[in-house]
């Protein structure tokens, strides 16, 4: 090479170094003086359904199934010994089979029932069980009485407790016991002790410390994640529930409130619909019902959002019209929605809003919004939906409606709803993405140019679908970047649910889930922190973040947003490096006196993308938190590779 030849090499060496060098950092001005659009209180919230038993053999503390007896298969979940009868004309008219037990002929020989429970009963060392039954005694029988164990999985009984029955109307009798050893599957033996015979419905066994102490209520380590989420949301009761394989299995509300005994078992599609993973005793008690969701919105401090059939049974299962209400017919349906509204919000003197002030809330639930289906698609949706939409503004207007894009986050389907959905001037439009790292990733960008006048988005249910549909890192860290894509466009984007929510590790139908656990322990996923982040920090208004004008949505792998909350009087700049190098960002705020400011960084970050949190390590990727001073109006801060940094500035 001549000397010219290695000066000009040089020269472009250097250049291109320079250039990679200046591409590492990110000079970013932060519009301080002027907050943009507001960010709704219920942008980041919770997506229930009851998939993966999240809610029987889940949230829903009650440890035994089928406690009535009234599954398809009666003595599902039971083993049943000696002299044992159905009998189905029970004290409650929705779940009509009770049991009889009678002496078996002989002093040595035993009757009795014995359930499984949810892959087990799970009870921990010294904590209290409420065991409760209704139960009589039948005409001919002077006495009755039973002994009711706990059984380890090695069949040894540990815990052991005696019941006498003493009327022969149905009574409710309650128990309450220690459990004397830790077992994750145990079962509950029940043996009967007297000569007479008796009969017994509604077999339960709650945890005395369910979340909040009540009796019908729900596992308390689950509730309390929900609520360490900091939603401002609460979507139930699904998904594709809502919808039913059939118009028979939708999801019916009235059929969840009420006295918990009486509410209709239904069947639950969940337990068929992945015939790889089949799980045939998986039904829906309601026992975790309507009330209760409300009630559950209420203790998080979420706006409820309930979504309700608009009488089309899921359409993915069935063909284009037998498992249709036809569009003339949906009076009941429509009735159901409106009844629904009057059950949250309906003064004690209107029908349902007795009911629900008989279930203990005479005060309203103060609903605001509602949903009218799930994934629809086709015109068979908006002709459906438009009556709904006509009867809920005539009745109550002020309730926020939500349609369906579809179950696509773009094709044929979602570009022909959301025109329909902006004709039928629907307030929210729900999208759904179960999606790759690579659409996330080039995603980020989604709203920036959605049509600013038309219905807000509600991203009602998303994840990050990696190829082991596993809760890895990298899946958290996708989202993480795109989420500041909803940030950014506050304005759009009202709402957002990742779904589903919770998955036990034995029953599981669907992943990736936010929350995973088995019949003792939970496990908050990677991507259940990244919830959390933007739940604890959403801000009143966006703050505008530019880089040469533009928003970062992936340039050289880096994702930006920034909010302020004036309340609080703070700013959040959250920042996603997706890069496999460290990068530096520079940011400057524009309108923010000089002074010197402390804060904090929180960073979620790991060099393993496949890492997960998981029952045996749950606390493989958690955020962690440092201190951090800021000095004038410019802040510069490093961003390790493959991290989700969120600095909180206090003003
Ligand atoms: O979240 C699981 C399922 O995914 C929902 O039930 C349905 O709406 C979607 O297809």
Not at 24 to 32: A, I, K
Not at 49 to 56: K, L, V, W
Not at 312 to 324: K, P, S
Not at 606 to 633: F, K, M, Y
């Amino acid at each position: 090479m001549n000397k010219s030849k290695f000066l000009a090499a040089l020269l472009f060496t250097m250049a291109l170094g320079t250039q990679l060098i200046v591409s590492q950092t990110h000079n970013l001005t932060v519009d301080v003086k002027k907050p943009g659009s507001p960010i709704q209180s219920t942008m980041y919230g919770i997506f229930f359904e009851d998939i993966n038993y999240g809610a029987d053999g889940g949230l829903y503390a009650e440890l035994i199934k089928n406690r009535s007896f009234d599954f398809p298969q009666s003595f599902m979940g039971w083993n049943i010994f000696g002299k044992v009868e159905l009998k189905n004309d029970g004290p409650f008219a929705n779940n009509p089979n009770y049991v009889r037990l009678s002496y078996p002929g002989h002093d040595h020989k035993q009757t009795g029932i014995e359930n499984e429970g949810f892959f087990g009963v799970g009870v921990t060392k010294d904590a209290d069980y409420r065991f409760s039954v209704w139960a009589r005694l039948p005409q001919e029988s002077p006495t009755g009485s039973i002994r009711i164990e706990l059984v380890d999985a090695n069949n040894n009984p540990f815990t052991s407790e005696q019941l006498i029955f003493d009327s022969k109307e149905w009574k409710k009798y309650k128990i309450i016991f220690r459990a004397t050893k830790t077992e994750a599957k145990a079962k509950l033996r029940i043996f009967l002790t007297s000569k007479g015979s008796v009969e017994l419905e509604h077999v339960s066994l709650f945890p005395v410390d369910t979340w909040k102490g009540r009796e019908n209520g729900l596992r308390k380590d689950l509730a309390q994640a929900l609520y360490d989420l900091h939603p401002g949301i609460f979507r139930f009761p699904g998904g594709c529930i809502v919808e039913g394989t059939d118009l028979e299995s939708r999801y019916q509300w009235k059929n969840s409130v009420g006295a918990v005994e009486n509410r209709k078992l239904n069947e639950n599609r969940w337990h068929y619909t992945f015939p790889h993973r089949f799980y045939p005793d998986y039904f829906q008690s309601y026992g975790l019902g309507f009330y209760e969701f409300f009630q559950l919105s209420e203790d998080i401090g979420a706006e409820p959002l309930p979504i309700v059939s608009v009488g089309l049974a899921c359409q993915f299962q069935n063909g284009c019209c037998e498992a249709h209400v036809a569009v003339g017919e949906l009076h009941g349906y429509i009735q159901d929605a409106l009844d629904l509204i009057e059950f949250a919000n309906g003064d004690t003197s209107t029908k349902w809003g007795k009911v629900r002030s008989d279930m203990g809330h005479p005060q309203p639930f103060h609903l605001k919004f509602i949903g009218v289906g799930n994934e629809q698609w086709g015109p068979e949706y908006p002709e459906r939906l438009e009556p709904f939409i006509k009867a809920i503004r005539a009745k109550y207007p002020e309730i926020k409606i939500i349609g369906s894009s579809g179950p696509d986050s773009e094709g044929d389907k979602f570009n022909y709803l959301w025109p329909e959905m902006k004709r039928l001037k629907v307030d929210l439009v729900d999208e759904h993405f179960y999606r790759p790292e690579s659409w996330f990733l080039t995603g980020a960008g989604r709203y920036d140019n959605y049509d600013r006048k038309g219905p807000k988005v509600f991203a009602g249910e998303y994840a990050c679908h990696p190829k082991n549909r596993k809760n890895n890192f990298e899946s958290a860290l996708c989202e993480a970047a795109f989420m500041t894509g909803f940030e950014r466009n506050a304005d759009v984007v009202q709402m957002c649910t990742y779904a589903p929510l919770f998955a036990h590790v034995e029953g599981w139908q669907w992943r990736p889930d936010l929350i995973w656990f088995d019949n003792l322990h939970s496990v908050r996923s990677v991507n259940y922190y990244v919830q959390q982040l933007y739940g604890m920090h959403v801000g009143t208004n966006v703050l505008k973040t530019l880089e040469n004008k533009l928003p970062l949505t992936g340039q050289n792998g880096i994702y930006a947003s920034s909010a302020i909350d004036k309340n609080k009087n703070e700013i959040y700049l959250k920042i996603a490096n997706t890069a496999n190098e460290t990068k530096k960002a520079n940011y400057t705020f524009n309108g923010l006196k000089k002074a010197v400011r402390t804060g904090t960084h929180i960073v979620l970050k790991s060099d393993n993308l496949d890492i997960e949190n998981t029952l045996e390590n749950p606390n493989a990727v958690l955020p962690v938190t440092n201190e951090i001073t800021v000095s004038g109006n410019t802040f510069e801060v490093e961003l390790a590779p493959k991290s989700f940094n969120l600095f909180v500035i206090r003003l």
